[in-house]
């Protein structure tokens, strides 16, 4: 079943969206909290974004730029902002479409139903792991956070995903290791140690310099 994220602040508009394309089998949520929208997206992983231009506290443009950092879900534009500008904000901000309110609810079901054709006739899941607003996209091995992003080394995106995928438990360095190189034989335990302090040094350039603890004598945790 595909799921769609619905942006839009007026709730009884939300709602009408919702029950309409709920009847086609879409698994259909709106947002309600307008300064999480990305938890929010992250959460639910859509398949599909609506989102209307005027919004409280940043508008369609700012979260549409946010969404395409970490994903390449189609979105889509519904608003009643429907001059040539907005339009062409909305597409080169990385919208793919744009249908102006008020719309004929079998059209925009008509133009959900052809995005999804296009986009999903071979892929695709959304592949984030997301851990107090700092994300791992696992499709491209890059990290954001507040806005930042970095490039990870193979090996640094390894221990990262095996760390946050355990968020909470202690990882022992004979895990990670094993996680690496598939042995924790006749690898040098130093080697383990340079990957960390690699990786700690550019988390610390994200301003996460106690993201990975220690716990000495067994391993690391984020906590």
Known sequence: MYKIMIIEDDISIAETIKNHLSKWDFDVSYV?????????????EPHLVLIDIILPFYNGFYWCNEIR???????????????NMNIIMAINM???DFIEKPFDLNVLTA????????????VSNINLIEHKGVILNLNNT???????????????????????ENAGRVVSREEIMQHLWQSDSFIDDNTLTVNITRLRKKLAELGLENFIKTKKGIGYIIE
Not at 69 to 83: G, Q, R, T, Y
Not at 111 to 122: D, E, G, M
């Open 32 to 44: 309600t909290d307008f300064k999480s929208i990305i938890e929010c997206f992250i959460q639910f």
């Open 69 to 83: 950092k970490i994903s390449k879900v189609p979105i889509m534009f519904i608003s009643s902002a429907s001059d």
């Open 94 to 96: 990385g919208g793919d």
């Open 111 to 122: 133009k959900v139903h052809a995005l999804i054709r296009r986009t999903y006739s071979f």
């Open 142 to 164: 890059t990290l954001l956070y507040q806005n930042k992003k970095i490039e990870l080394t193979k090996n640094e995106y390894k221990i990262l995903q095996l760390l946050m």
